[in-house]
């Protein structure tokens, strides 16, 4: 009995590991499938040109047509191709054509937006045109500032957050003492400062030479050029989005022009 006993319960294993299996097998038939990653949209899309119909002895404008994916595309030149026999029109941002069939090509050259990441090192300088975005402190001849930055040396669009002052100065903030007789005849206009993580040191050179204001000002708006020079013991990494290289693309079609009847 003790035998008989061992063989059954061999066998209560046996269906058990059976069942499991196919338990198993069951489940991996009635998984759900991976999920299919969509692929990314062509940067520019050239449309296939539609035949045109004229009028005997007219002509029909046909230009390029073609679509971009969004705005971190931008193209360059739209140009067109058009030949049959006796008739070779290259490189055309239209063509007017009379009845028959033609060869035609569109050429779409473009850039696409891309990241980019530039490293500075100690004392290296670029020079920028900025942007004063916010005031954050105010004083009398020094502000903090939180300005943007473009240059092409730059990646994109830099913000920094700058504690400038103010070298020289106006007449108005002579008379009220607010600077030196030898600051105010020098005439040279700039403020200089640094960012507030000690990285950079800007010198910023005013477009202004108003009499009554020959200074750059610490408004929402101001523009102004910038000296900026690394300062950082560690290469300083600045990352932004710039345009690409130019690319180009093609498409090539037989297009038929035809005469109303």
Not at 154 to 169: H, I, N, R, S
């Amino acid at each position: 009995m003790k035998r008989l006993a061992t063989v059954l319960a061999a066998a209560a294993l046996i269906v058990s590991l059976g069942g499991a299996a196919n338990t198993a097998a069951a489940a991996t038939l009635h998984a759900a499938p991976a999920p299919v990653t969509a692929a990314s949209p062509a940067p520019v899309t050239i449309a296939k040109l539609s035949n045109k119909t004229v009028r005997k002895g007219k002509t029909v404008t046909v230009k390029p047509s073609v679509k971009t994916a969004g705005s971190h595309v931008k193209v360059v030149s739209k140009r067109i191709t058009a030949t049959k026999k006796g008739v070779n029109l290259k490189n055309k941002t239209s063509v007017k054509l009379k009845a028959g069939t033609y060869k035609v090509t569109q050429t779409i050259k473009y850039k696409v937006k891309q990241t980019k990441t530039i490293t500075y090192k100690q004392y290296e300088v670029v020079i920028a045109d900025c942007e004063i975005l916010e005031v954050i402190d105010d004083g009398t001849l020094e502000a903090r500032l939180r300005i943007a930055c473009k240059d092409s040396d730059l990646p994109g669009t830099q913000k920094f957050t700058v504690d400038m002052e103010w070298a020289y100065c106006s007449w108005r903030a002579y008379l009220d003492h607010e600077c030196s007789a030898s600051e105010y005849l020098d005439g040279a206009e700039w403020w200089e400062g640094q960012t507030t993580d000690g990285a950079w040191t800007i010198e910023s050179f005013s477009a202004t030479y108003d009499d009554d204001e020959d200074y750059i000002t610490p408004k929402v708006g101001e523009k102004f050029s910038a000296l900026m020079q690394v300062m950082s013991d560690e290469p300083v990494k600045l990352t932004g989005k710039v345009w690409s290289k130019t690319k180009t693309v093609t498409r090539t079609q037989t297009l038929k022009v035809t005469t109303k009847k």
